[in-house]
């Protein structure tokens, strides 16, 4: 009998050993599998935010999207310096849209709006409209800049090269490469943290102030969660819940393309702006 209760003690030190082993495998693969998830996070809040830049002409640049709306490459015109916004010297188009088209710019526009009106713009696409009140409060040499160019009709035709479901749209350069621009850049305008929200319109970037004419809409939750690395100028108060969906869902969703092109053709058929 006591040899019997000697091998029934070993037998439940192994069972106790066997099971505290398997606890601590459980316990390992758990903290792998948390850091696996938080690197997959990290990772994909990287690309989104990457994927707000414009691209450059380059070939052996890497792809971005334009939510990285790095202006023109082929800008001849250096980037404002930081600091108080300096307006150029570009004459302000015709306010009643009288003027011709014009998509090239030896520099950016001089003050072309009155500061202390409101602007609102007029986005008529191929998927509907969206009304955009633009802020030249927070952000008056962006506004500015938006303004001149739509009544410059430059937006007018053009075709939006970039869309990625639940994050942006971006538009706003006519060669629908991702490397066009205006010809010159202008300074940031920053936004605090945390006020980017759907229907947000913010200028697309290469890096501090090199913004041109290249703007994206945030169409879905992960374009709120962006860096305050983008002028927001704007908010769609109507379109949101009809015009902005159905360009969401033009977007490309794999994650390969970066967005490009859209699943579906985005055109922008006018920008129309109004001042009150």
Known sequence: MGTDKRNRQKEN???????????LQR???VRRSTRIALLVGVVVAIVAAIS?????DSTTAPETTETSVAENSETTVAPVPAGPFEYGQGEC???DGSGDQVREFASAPKLCIDPTKTYTALISTNKGDLTVVLDPTKAPGTVNNFVNLARSKYFDDTVCHRAIPTFVVQCGDPTATGAGGPGYAIADELPAAGEYKL???????SGPNTNGSQFFIISGEQGMTLPPSYS???QVTAGLDTTLPLLDKAGNSDPASNGVPPKEEIR?????????
Do not use: D, H, Y
């Open 13 to 23: 030190r192994r069972a106790r050993q066997s099971e505290l082993e398997k606890q």
């Open 27 to 29: 316990q390992k693969l």
């Open 52 to 56: 707000l830049w414009p691209e450059s």
């Open 232 to 234: 927001l100028f704007g």
């Open 268 to 276: 922008i058929i006018s920008v129309q702006i109004t001042e009150s």
């Open 93 to 95: 188009a015709p306010t």
């Open 199 to 205: 229907g947000s319109l913010a200028m697309a970037n």
